[in-house]
């Protein structure tokens, strides 16, 4: 091969070497924890009705079954104060979703039963829709006797199935 070639091919050959060749990047270095920083308490969060931590410490909320006379739909007055709150609750929390169970004792036929636990179940939702509640946050089952809290066949076995029970199905 003539020079001038040799030379040509020489030059070609390097800078195709050079087109080919790789960049070496360092590895990563390791990658260092944040400095830690102080932990600092959570700050004292005032009573706010919108604060779902409250449905489970707040008294009046923890409660959450109303009671009725024999063969009733009347809330007894004790239940009163605990419906206002949870009607306070809707009110202050729209994306919050119950659903109200009536019960009833084990005298009567199914059907009557069913129909007694629909009133109980309803006149629990009139009351919490009285103190702030909104319709579309409340659903009324009636369980009639089919659930009950206690089994005896006396009185003051029947007088615990006779409610209505709130049950939060979405807290906020």
Same mark, same amino acid.
């Given at each position: 091969?003539?020079?001038?070639?040799?030379?040509?091919?020489?030059?070609?050959?390097?800078?195709?070497?050079?087109?080919?060749?790789?960049?070496?990047?360092?590895?990563?270095?390791?990658?260092?924890?944040?400095?830690?920083?102080?932990?600092?308490?959570?700050?004292?969060?005032?009573?706010?009705?919108?604060?779902?931590?409250?449905?489970?410490?707040?008294?009046?909320?923890?409660?959450?079954?109303?009671?009725?006379?024999?063969?009733?739909?009347?809330?007894?007055?004790?239940?009163?104060?605990?419906?206002?709150?949870?009607?306070?609750?809707?009110?202050?929390?729209?994306? =919050?979703?119950?659903? /109200?169970?009536?019960?009833?004792?084990? #005298? +009567?036929?199914?059907?009557?039963?069913?129909?007694? *636990? $629909?009133?109980?179940?309803? =006149?629990?939702?009139? /009351?919490?829709?009285?103190?702030?509640? #909104? +319709?579309?946050?409340?659903?009324?089952?009636?369980? *009639? $006797?089919?659930?009950?809290?206690?089994?005896?066949?006396?009185?003051?076995?029947?007088?615990?199935?006779?409610?209505?029970?709130?049950?939060?199905?979405?807290?906020?």
């Amino acid at each position: 091969m003539n020079t001038p070639i040799r030379v040509l091919v020489l030059a070609m050959a390097v800078a195709g070497l050079g087109a080919c060749a790789t960049k070496k990047t360092p590895p990563p270095e390791p990658s260092s924890p944040p400095p830690s920083q102080p932990t600092q308490a959570a700050p004292v969060q005032e009573e706010s009705w919108t604060n779902p931590a409250l449905l489970d410490s707040k008294p009046c909320l923890v409660s959450r079954i109303a009671y009725f006379d024999f063969d009733q739909s009347v809330v007894k007055s004790e239940a009163m104060e605990m419906l206002k709150c949870h009607g306070k609750w809707l009110a202050a929390n729209p994306g =919050a979703r119950i659903s /109200l169970e009536g019960h009833a004792d084990e #005298r +009567g036929t199914r059907e009557y039963n069913l129909g007694l *636990g $629909e009133r109980r179940g309803n =006149a629990v939702r009139d /009351l919490l829709l009285a103190n702030g509640g #909104r +319709g579309e946050q409340v659903t009324v089952v009636s369980y *009639g $006797e089919e659930r009950p809290i206690c089994t005896d066949s006396d009185e003051s076995c029947w007088s615990k199935n006779r409610r209505g029970e709130i049950v939060y199905t979405a807290k906020q």
